[in-house]
């Protein structure tokens, strides 16, 4: 990686998968990119970030974890080379509060976790 850069550049460094032994020497899982703090993950697993999300909405909204489990569904996670943005995704049910409360979650994980992989 040059040292000239952009957070761009970084961004789609981290983003390739053949680059995380050169990202992470120590072979420690890290929720972010250790070239800067560009927000796409590695390491991190969809188990991991489906566990992130359902303890942040029970610290921001209350509720037990099978309750948020429920309305949160599985993590789908998708090619990152097709969808080098955002690989994964989520099912939805819940109520309808549950699913706002969610959704409006979702877009700050998706900043701090983008790029994550397969169980």
């Given at each position: 990686?040059?040292?000239s850069a952009d957070k761009a550049d970084v961004c789609r460094f981290a983003a390739?998968?053949?680059?995380l032994p050169l990202i992470n020497q120590a072979g420690a899982r890290t929720s972010a990119c250790l070239a800067v703090n560009c927000?796409?993950?590695v390491g991190m697993t969809a188990s991991d970030l489906e566990q992130l999300i359902i303890?942040?909405?029970i610290r921001e909204?209350?509720?037990t974890?099978?309750?948020?489990q429920r309305a949160l569904g599985k993590v789908?996670?998708?090619d990152a080379k097709k969808y080098a943005h955002c690989n994964w995704d989520v099912r939805?049910?819940?109520t309808d509060a549950q699913r706002a409360a969610i959704e409006q979650l979702l877009d700050d994980v998706r900043l701090e976790h983008s790029i994550v992989a397969a169980d």
């Open positions: 990686m040059p040292p390739d998968p053949r680059n927000g796409y993950a303890a942040r909405l909204r209350g509720g974890t099978q309750t948020w789908i996670v998708r939805l049910s819940g």
